[in-house]
Structures are given as C-alpha cells and as structure tokens.
C-alpha cells in the first residue's frame, strides 16, 4: 500500500503543478483579452466620432448645394431676362436706327479692320489718303448711329436695366461658384472621414478577432485547469480514504498484538506467576482483570 500511497502522491503532485500551469496560460490569455477588448473598444469610439463627424459635414455639404441650387435657379431666371433684355433692346435700336444692315458693330469692325491695314501696310499717298477719308466717313457714320441711340429714352432705359440684369446675373454667378466650391471642400472632407473610419474599423475588427481567440484559449486553458484541479481533489479523496484504512489496519494489528499480549500475561497470572504494575494495567486495559 505504500507503494500506491507514493505512486498516488506523485500523481496528484503531476496534476497539481498542470493546474498551476494551466492556471498561469489562462491568466496570461485573459489579460491579452482583456487589451484587446480595450483596443477594440478604442477604434470602435474613433469609428463612432469620425462617422459623426462625416455626418455633420454631409449635412453641411447638403446644405451648400441647396444654396448651389437656389443661386443657380436665380442666376438662370437672370440670364433668361438678360436674355429677353438683349432682343428687346435690339429691337428698340433697329427701330431708331436706318433700315439697312448696317449694324454699329459691322461699321466698328470696318473701321479696325481699316485702321489695321493702314499701320501694316506699305501704301502710297493717295491710297493712304482713301484710307483715312474711309475712316472718317465710317467714324461720322458710327457716331451718328450712336446719337441715334444714345439719345432714346426707351433705349437708356433698357440698357441701364440690361446691365444691371447683368450685374446681379455674375453675382449670383459667382455666389453658385463660392458654394459650389465650400460644397466640394465639405465633400472631400466628408469622405476622408468615412475612408477612414473605413479604415479604423477594419482595425477594430481585427482587434475583435485578437480578442476571441485569446478568449477561447484563455477558456480551453480554464477547463484543463478545473480538470487537473479535479483530478488533484481526486487523487487526495483516495489518498484519504487509503491512509484511513491504513491507519485502522495498524490500529486493529495493535490491538491485536495487545490482545495476544494480555492473553499471555493473563494464563501466566493464572498460574500464579507474579506480574508487574504494567502487566496488570495492560490486563485491565484488555478488560481481563
């Protein structure tokens, strides 16, 4: 029995330093999931605040390309006056103007397409001079023309709202321009902003990932350490219960040896032999006496 008792000791010993062991390795994948539940936690609160962020400024981006729409209906309804301006006012000049197709622009062509050949051109006197007094009809002509014009109230009156029509149609130009412009800014923005909580949450992920496999080995190591732990409470309800009854074995060979040992001293005192104050306490203690 001894020799199982030693056998059964080095066993649970074995079994023991496995809990351990295994105890260690859970820890030690517990606190790695742990780091990486903070990790994960971490890029997922990034991925939160730039998709927050992407939607403010989509809203913002929406916003400018209402006013990108807005200036622009008002810019088109400008061109379409601008438009309507421009033929009326032709017209108006048309009805001042000699019924000839003529045009102030045509007669302004003429004269610099004139001019041009007079400073290019190598002439003679006489041709210059043609030249020159070409000119001066054409200029006559033109600045009549222009009088013509210039002195119309209707056509005064049309011009001045044909430029301001103009003057407000390049504003709101301009004004389609500007938001147009901050609204590409705010949309480049805006995705760089989904790009990269793109970006972070792929990140994250691979944190989550990290995170259950450490945790599954961190519980593979757990349930080996409630095993060996089992087998180590195992081995010490044996152990137990053998050195109980190794202990009752020797305790019932003692009293057998006592037994014997007072049945001896018993038939000696029998016979009249003379006993000690020991022999006669160990027959009181076998209940012989």
Same mark, same amino acid.
């Given at each position: 029995m001894t020799e199982l008792l030693e056998e059964l000791e080095e066993k649970k010993e074995k079994a023991n330093h496995l809990a351990d062991k295994y105890k260690r390795l859970r820890n030690e994948k517990n606190d790695e999931a742990n780091k990486w539940v903070e990790k994960r936690d971490e890029l997922n609160?990034?991925?939160?605040?730039l998709i927050e962020?992407?939607? *403010?400024?989509? /809203?913002?981006? &929406?916003?400018?390309? $209402? %006013?990108? #729409?807005?200036?622009? =209906?008002? +810019?088109?309804?400008?061109?379409k006056r601008v438009n309507d301006l421009?033929?009326?006012?032709?017209?108006?000049?048309?009805?001042?103007?000699?019924?000839?197709?003529r045009s102030i622009e045509k007669i302004e062509k003429e004269i610099e397409e004139l001019e041009f050949k007079q400073m290019?051109?190598?002439?003679?006197?006489?041709?210059?001079?043609?030249?020159?007094?070409?000119?001066?009809?054409?200029?006559k002509e033109l600045n009549e023309r222009k009088k013509l014009i210039e002195e119309n109230d209707e056509i005064k009156k049309l011009s001045q709202e044909l430029d301001e029509a103009k003057e407000k149609a390049e504003e709101y130009h301009q004004k389609v321009s500007d938001f147009?412009? *901050?609204?590409? /800014?705010?949309? &480049?923005?805006?995705? $760089? %902003?989904? #790009?990269?909580?793109? =970006?972070? +949450?792929?990140?994250?992920?691979?944190?989550?990932?990290?995170?259950?496999?450490?945790?599954?080995?961190?519980d593979e190591y757990h349930e080996k350490h409630i095993e060996a732990v089992n087998q180590v409470q195992d081995y010490s309800k044996i152990i137990s219960g053998l050195k109980k009854k190794q202990r009752k074995a020797k305790k019932e060979k003692e009293e057998t040896e006592a037994q014997k040992e007072a049945q001896e001293l018993y038939d000696k005192f029998k016979k009249g032999e003379?006993?000690?104050t020991d022999d006669i306490m160990t027959l009181q203690k076998a209940g012989l006496l």
């Open positions: 609160a990034e991925v939160k605040e962020t992407g939607n *403010e400024l989509k /809203e913002e981006r &929406d916003e400018l390309n $209402e %006013n990108v #729409q807005e200036y622009k =209906e008002k +810019r088109d309804e400008l061109n421009s033929k009326k006012l032709k017209r108006e000049k048309n009805k001042v103007l000699p019924n000839d197709d290019t051109n190598v002439l003679s006197s006489e041709k210059e001079k043609e030249i020159v007094d070409k000119i001066s009809d054409l200029q147009a412009e *901050e609204a590409q /800014e705010i949309h &480049d923005k805006m995705l $760089e %902003n989904f #790009q990269k909580a793109d =970006e972070v +949450r792929k990140k994250a992920d691979e944190a989550q990932e990290k995170f259950l496999k450490a945790k599954k080995k961190g003379k006993l000690g």
